[in-house]
């Protein structure tokens, strides 16, 4: 979308967003994260709950803050700079996400790597965002958030056990400078289907 495409779209299903999120969008001060937080909710909306905006009112919470809606599949969002993306599952619980592929400090990351991982990494660094969408999708589809320390989360397979509970991944290509992963519970993942839009 143009400049003025991307502020038109914007307005309009701005608009369409209850108190509460309005003023979610309203606290991001980057312009970008304001589109693209309103990307994430657009999937959901349109994707998900047929395009009934009335939902949003009826958006639950966990404990840790994964959000459900009742009567809905099972679903999950992610977003990095310009793309969101919304998965959805008929049959378990689901996690997903996805990063934008850039140039790193790994050493920033030491303490999220256990040390198979971090030797991993060093000769190879396009592994670190593999090792990072990894965890992050089996954490979310557990939805505790960022509540377990992820060195913990060992994801140098497609699947980790998490508190006991056994998760499977499988990576999604989307654009080659991204790097997305799902998670979820059930060894055979089917009946996913993962939607994504980007600003640009």
Not at 10 to 35: P, V
């Amino acid at each position: 979308m143009k400049g003025s495409e991307q502020s038109e779209w914007f307005d309009y299903y701005y608009s369409k967003l209850n108190a509460h999120y309005k003023n979610k969008i309203k606290s991001l001060l980057r312009w970008q994260d304001r589109q693209v937080s309103l990307l994430a909710i657009f999937l959901l909306i349109e994707k998900v709950c047929n395009g009934d905006w009335t939902y949003l009112n009826h958006i639950q919470y966990n404990t840790f803050g994964k959000p459900f809606i009742k009567g809905i599949p099972f679903f999950n969002i992610s977003h990095t700079q310009d793309l969101a993306v919304v998965l959805t599952s008929e049959s378990a619980e689901i996690g997903i996400d996805v990063e934008l592929i850039q140039n790193i400090d790994i050493s920033e990351f030491r303490n999220v790597l256990n040390e198979e991982e971090y030797k991993n990494v060093e000769s190879d660094a396009l592994l670190f965002f593999d090792y990072w969408t990894k965890k992050e999708a089996v954490l979310k589809a557990k939805g505790v958030g960022m509540t377990i320390d992820l060195a913990k989360v060992n994801v140098t397979r497609d699947s980790c056990i998490v508190e006991g509970v056994e998760f499977f991944m499988k990576n999604v290509y989307i654009r080659k400078e991204y790097c997305c992963w799902i998670a979820q519970q059930l060894k055979q993942i089917q009946y996913i289907k993962v939607e994504e839009i980007f600003l640009r």
